[in-house]
């Protein structure tokens, strides 16, 4: 379900090894840390950047899917054959009043 149109083919994949490489990184950071209390706030800062980064990719994939879908359908196609298999049915009323003779003449 990948766009080959995406902006970042165009980038390849180094951007998205640099990511990878830097969350092992961070990984292995939280892992020789020890414990909870040893953990520092940068390496803390640095998982939850790293986390909104990835769903900020995931939703921005997510987005261009969508969008790549939607542009796909032919929505005058699709009426057309929505109308070929159903029956419309148009109703209006409509009321004619005369005015007053009154009025009609203040407006004059």
């Known amino acids: 379900m990948a766009n080959n149109d995406s902006p970042d083919k165009k980038n390849g994949d180094g951007a998205e090894k640099k990511k990878g490489a830097e969350l092992t990184d961070?990984?292995?950071k939280i892992l020789s840390a020890g414990g909870p209390t040893d953990i520092s706030k940068e390496l803390l800062q640095t998982v939850v950047s790293n986390a909104l980064k990835a769903k900020d990719d995931i939703t921005q994939?997510?987005?261009?899917?969508?969008?790549?879908?939607?542009?796909?359908?032919?929505?005058v196609q699709e009426f057309s054959k929505f109308?070929?298999?159903?029956?419309?049915?148009?109703?209006?009323?409509?009321?004619?009043?005369?005015?007053?003779?009154?009025?009609?003449?203040?407006k004059k």
């Open 83 to 106: 109308a070929r298999e159903h029956k419309f049915k148009v109703t209006a009323e409509i009321e004619v009043f005369k005015k007053d003779s009154e009025s009609a003449e203040k």
């Open 61 to 75: 994939k997510a987005t261009n899917e969508m969008i790549a879908l939607i542009r796909r359908i032919d929505f």
């Open 26 to 28: 961070t990984l292995k």
